[in-house]
């Protein structure tokens, strides 16, 4: 497994899957190729109050950026 990013819902600590809806699992967490296409995703569709997040192959994540 590589480094993943994802986006994650600051309150919920949700994810955002595929189809622009919420789990509360990482493994159905919807991939984005780079930090800048998940933000881009996010104030395209206005999606608020989430995390930009790296996400390792040891389950450590790390809040890169704020939308």
Not at 27 to 39: C, I, Q, V
Not at 40 to 60: S, W
């Amino acid at each position: 497994m590589k480094t993943q990013i994802v986006v994650q819902h600051r309150k919920t600590k949700a994810y955002l899957r595929d189809d622009n809806k919420w789990s509360g699992s990482a493994l159905f967490a919807r991939l984005f190729e780079t930090p800048y296409h998940a933000l881009h995703f996010c104030v395209d569709k206005e999606i608020e109050e989430t995390d930009i997040v790296f996400r390792f192959p040891d389950q450590r994540e790390v809040r890169f950026l704020r939308c």
